[in-house]
């Protein structure tokens, strides 16, 4: 059995592209692998806080010194990275917001992202421990930013990119469904992105 993560963070529920990419996405993966268990984890709905002081105490203070406060903070940060491990394969859908991901999501980002848990310096250089991963990004954009004159405007992908292979996650695929907001190109645009999901060998 396959167990699949689904990261949602866009705020506009089912009018969402990258909420539907990301569903065809699952939906291709289903096909191949039947019996795969999908855990959905919506923050836009649910968000992870973001990172207070507290939050870095707990996380660089041993369990067994954690105050009540500490293990009040720690609790979303555990909570990601038990889903994590406890994972195959991830689906990470990520809306275009300004140039970049959402804050929630980059919320989700700074939980997983753990000292000694998901990442080491022990040998002096940084290693990744979150290995064994398969990743999907269902990337939505209203404006084309995967070539011509807007690719430098990307700070959402390559971010992703670099965040998730620090940790160890290095076998990414990204799917985009981009420019529907240019006059009459939606509807080709969301048959391009589904084509190449169904076109994809998972």
């Known amino acids: 059995m396959m167990k699949l993560l689904n990261i949602v963070s866009s705020i506009k529920g089912d009018a969402s592209y990258s909420i539907q990419l990301s569903n065809a996405i699952i939906e291709s993966i289903k096909k191949v692998h039947p019996d795969t268990t999908v855990l959905t984890r919506d923050l836009a709905h649910n968000p992870f806080p973001h990172l207070e002081e507290t939050h870095i105490q707990s996380f660089f203070t041993p369990a067994e010194n954690h105050t009540e406060a500490h293990k009040a903070a720690i609790k979303h940060s555990n909570i990601a990275v038990a889903e994590l491990f406890d994972t195959d394969v991830i689906v990470i859908g990520v809306p275009f917001y300004n140039f970049g991901i959402p804050s929630t999501l980059k919320s989700w980002i700074d939980h997983i992202c753990r000292a000694g848990i998901t990442f ?29 004159h807007m690719t430098g405007y990307d700070f959402a992908e390559p971010y992703l990119r670099t965040t998730l292979g620090f940790l160890g996650m290095t076998d990414v695929t990204t799917f985009r469904l981009e420019g529907v907001n240019y006059p009459d190109n939606t509807d080709a645009a969301v048959a391009k992105a589904f084509g190449l999901v169904e076109a994809f060998d998972f």
């Open 120 to 148: 080491s310096y022990a040998d002096g250089t940084p290693k990744g421990l979150v290995t064994g991963k398969k990743v999907f990004l269902a990337v939505a954009s209203g404006g084309i930013y995967s070539e011509g």
